[in-house]
Every structure is written in structure tokens, then in C-alpha cells.
T-cell receptor, first 114, second 113 residues
């Protein structure tokens, strides 16, 4: 069964704590993305990666970090520098192909601050 | 400034009605426009549009792109309660560092029985 998995489904963070959200895909896609979704707002790009060991900042990268050591995995760390982390986080992947890309999304992780 | 703008922000209709959702965009290197349906969790892919004037259709849903007007519409005919969702529009903008997808805020559709 091919797809994108994210874990955990819900995550609670204490003040000053770093937390890591997992994203794994078995679609053999080159590109992976992290988005943040807040109520009443569209998806905002945090980081993206086109190939292993390379990634680029999106529009709201401050307070977040990522790694891309394996093609299948693109974990996102929400650091203590992110002052307003409560949101729904979506991971996506896409197959670059020759020209066009379609993004496929994981089920999301909802992060809440205690 | 928002690169992708969707309207209306929300819509409430009765079953059987037809709805039209709008998406306008302004990006540097347009490659494609995508429509997604988001019910409770992950957005699910509906359509990808690249060429102007060619309608994509899937059952009661259809979509068309107007590159001259930098916009797209998503039509849903004979709406059902199962169509209730947020409909997201995204545009693929090619950059030197790889392509980025810009999303609109979405249109929240509620279909009343």
C-alpha cells in the first residue's frame, strides 16, 4: 500500500521544548514538503526538499528545522524558537517527473501547546 | 501579498444546487493549477490544469483554467452533503531552487440536506 504517513496524529508541546514530527513516504517521490495550516488560512510552506541531503526554506521557516537523510523520510522539528506552534501540520510529496508535479498529502499532525 | 486568492471564503447551499468556486493567481513562472478537496484531514487531489480553455471533468465536478485572466473555476453540479468540505486551490510556481506550490485560503462549502 503506497502512501504518506505522518506521526503522531496529535502532539503536545511544553514551553521551551523541541518536538519532531515524522513524515514517511513509500511512493518513491523525490520531492517532499511541509506545510502549516491555521484556521481561516491556506497552507503555508515551511520547508521543502527536492532531493536527498538538500532542502530549501519556505515562507515561514523561522523556528523550524528539517533533515532529508533518506528519500523516504522528511522529519520536521518545531523548536522552542517557534512562539506560536499550535497548528495542523501537513506533509506532502510529489514525483518530479519530466515537468508536472502533483502533490499528495499525509493525514497530518495536530500540534498543541500545553 | 497573497499569490493565490480564492472566493468566496465560505458558501452554504442546499442539496441539488450548483456551485462555482473561484481561484485567481499571480506567480512568476506558472506551471500548473491544482484543486484539492479537504474534508477533515489530508487534502485529496481533484484536478490539475495546465492549458487554458480545456475543461477537466470528473463526475459532477469540473474545472477550467483561463491563463489570460490568471484564474480558474471549479464547478460542482447537483451538490450532495458529501461535497461539504474545504476546496483548496494551489499553483505550481517554478523557481531556480525547485518548484513551490502556493495555496489559497480555501473555500468552505457546506451542503445542507
Amino acid at each position: 500500500d503506497g502512501g504518506i504517513t505522518q506521526s503522531p496524529k496529535y502532539l503536545f508541546r511544553k514551553e521551551g521544548q523541541n518536538v519532531t514530527l515524522s513524515c514517511e513516504q513509500n511512493l518513491n517521490h523525490d520531492a517532499m514538503y511541509w506545510y502549516r495550516q491555521d484556521p481561516g488560512q491556506g497552507l503555508r510552506l515551511i520547508y521543502y526538499s527536492q532531493i536527498v541531503n538538500d532542502f530549501q526554506k519556505g515562507d515561514i521557516a523561522e523556528g523550524y528545522s528539517v533533515s532529508r537523510e533518506k528519500k523516504e523520510s522528511f522529519p520536521l522539528t518545531v523548536t522552542s524558537a517557534q512562539k506560536n506552534p499550535t497548528a495542523f501540520y501537513l506533509c506532502a510529496s510529489s514525483d518530479r517527473g519530466l515537468y508536472l508535479e502533483t502533490q499528495y498529502f499525509g493525514p497530518g499532525t495536530r500540534l498543541l501547546v500545553l | 501579498e497573497d499569490k493565490v486568492v480564492q472566493s468566496p471564503l465560505s458558501l452554504v447551499v442546499h442539496e441539488g444546487d450548483t456551485v462555482t468556486l473561484n481561484c485567481s493567481y499571480e506567480v512568476t513562472n506558472f506551471r500548473s493549477l491544482l484543486w484539492y478537496k479537504q474534508e477533515k484531514k489530508a487534502p485529496t487531489f481533484l484536478f490539475m490544469l495546465t492549458s487554458s480553455g480545456i475543461e477537466k471533468k470528473s463526475g459532477r465536478l469540473s474545472s477550467i483554467l483561463d491563463k489570460k485572466e490568471l484564474s480558474s473555476i471549479l464547478n460542482i453540479t447537483a451538490t450532495q452533503t458529501g461535497d461539504s468540505a474545504i476546496y483548496l486551490c494551489a499553483v505550481d510556481d517554478f523557481a531556480n531552487t525547485g518548484n513551490q506550490f502556493y495555496f489559497g485560503t480555501g473555500t468552505s462549502l457546506t451542503v445542507i440536506p
